[in-house]
C-alpha cells in the first residue's frame, strides 16, 4: 500500500475516532441529558390556567395581569374565563400533544433570583401555566420564559429556585392571548355534509344546490351544473372553507345592532343533518364588515369584504371555467 493512502486511512480513523469521543462526551454530559419537565400523566389533566403582566399603556406605573382559564367540559375544551368560548383546535392540539411533552435539559441556567427577569421566569415576566386535576388540585405550576440569543426556553415552577432550560421556547404559545386561543371559525363547512347555499345580496338571489356530490347553480332564470373547474365555485368553497377572523366583538350587541338593519350578504348554509348555518354581513367601514353568525347577540366578528366578493357573483361567473395553460 502507498504511504499516501496509508496515511489517509489513518486520518480516516482518527477521525472516526474523535466523533465518538464527541458523541460519549454529549450523550454522558449530564448537562445534555433530557427529562420530561412534568411528571403527571396527561390524562389527569382538566383545566388549566394562563397569566402573564403586563404594564398599563397608558398608566405607566400600573401592572395589569391578563388571564386566562380553560377548561373540558364533555368532550370539548372551553375558555371559560373571561367569556364562555370554544377553544381553538390548534391550540389545544398543541398545547396537549407538544407542550405536555415538553423536555427539559440537566442544566441549570440559575438558582439566584436577581436572574430571574433575565431568563423571563420571573412574577413580573414570565409566563405562567397552572395545571390542575379533576378535583382541582394543582398538578404543577410554572413559569415560562426565554433568555436572548437562544434557541432554548426556561422554566421555572413556582415558589422553587432552580431555572431550567428548555428544549423549546414555548412561552409566547402560552401567552393569555384571548384572540389566539378562542376559536376564531365562523363555522365548520364539510362540502360532502351540506345540502345547499342559499346566497342573498343586493343584486341577486341564487342557491348552490348539492344533489348526490354533484353541485348545481340555481336562480329564478338558471339551473346549470358545476365542478371545481368554475372558478367562482371553487372560490366560493375555499372562502367557506376558511371562514376565519381573528377581529372579535364581545357583548357589544346593543352598541352595532344598528348596522343590522340592513345586510350587504346574506348566507343560509343548510346540511345534511337538518341543521344549517346563518351568517349575515353588513358594512360598518371602508376596509371593513361586521359579521353576525347564527344569530348570536354576545360575539360579533370583522372582517374583509373579500369574504364577501366571492358570493356576490353573476351567473356568468359561474359559468366561467379556469383555463390551464402548459
Not at 190 to 203: E, G, R
Not at 227 to 256: P, R, S
Amino acid at each position: 500500500m502507498k504511504k499516501r493512502s496509508i496515511i489517509t486511512v489513518i486520518l480516516f480513523f482518527i477521525m472516526l475516532f474523535l466523533i465518538f469521543i464527541v458523541f460519549l462526551a454529549l450523550k454522558t454530559n449530564p448537562e445534555q441529558k433530557r427529562f420530561k419537565l412534568f411528571n403527571f400523566n396527561p390524562g389527569e389533566l382538566v383545566s388549566f390556567s394562563l397569566s402573564k403582566k403586563r404594564v398599563n399603556a397608558t398608566i405607566s406605573d400600573e401592572v395589569i395581569s391578563d388571564s386566562l382559564y380553560i377548561e373540558k367540559i364533555g368532550i370539548e375544551w372551553y375558555i371559560t374565563y373571561p367569556h364562555k368560548r370554544i377553544v381553538n383546535k390548534e391550540k389545544i392540539n398543541f398545547f396537549l400533544n407538544t407542550f405536555l411533552h415538553i423536555q427539559r435539559f440537566g442544566k441549570i441556567l440559575t438558582t439566584n433570583p436577581y436572574n430571574y427577569d433575565y431568563y423571563k421566569v420571573s412574577e413580573k415576566t414570565g409566563s405562567r401555566v397552572v395545571l390542575y386535576d379533576q378535583n382541582n388540585e394543582v398538578l404543577d405550576d410554572v413559569f415560562f420564559g426565554f433568555a436572548d440569543l437562544t434557541p432554548y426556553g426556561s422554566a421555572r415552577r413556582n415558589y422553587e429556585d432552580v431555572v431550567y432550560e428548555i428544549s423549546q421556547n414555548v412561552s409566547s404559545d402560552v401567552s393569555p392571548n384571548l384572540k389566539l386561543w378562542r376559536e376564531n371559525s365562523l363555522i365548520y363547512f364539510d362540502k360532502t355534509k351540506t345540502d345547499s347555499i342559499k346566497v342573498s345580496f343586493s343584486a341577486s338571489r341564487y342557491s348552490l344546490i348539492n344533489d348526490n356530490n354533484q353541485w348545481f347553480y340555481k336562480d329564478e332564470e338558471h339551473y346549470f351544473p358545476l365542478n371545481n373547474a368554475h372558478k367562482a365555485f371553487t372560490n366560493v368553497m375555499m372562502q367557506l372553507d376558511n371562514m376565519k377572523t381573528y377581529n372579535f366583538l364581545d357583548n357589544l350587541w346593543d352598541e352595532y345592532k344598528g348596522y343590522f338593519s340592513k345586510s350587504i350578504l346574506d348566507l343560509k348554509i343548510y346540511k345534511k343533518d337538518h341543521t344549517y348555518d346563518h351568517i349575515v354581513f353588513v358594512r360598518y367601514t371602508d376596509e371593513l364588515c361586521l359579521i353576525q353568525v347564527n344569530d348570536k347577540k354576545n360575539e360579533l366578528y370583522l372582517g374583509n369584504y373579500g369574504m364577501i366578493n366571492r358570493f356576490t357573483k353573476s351567473p356568468e361567473s359561474y359559468l366561467d371555467v379556469m383555463r390551464f395553460t402548459y
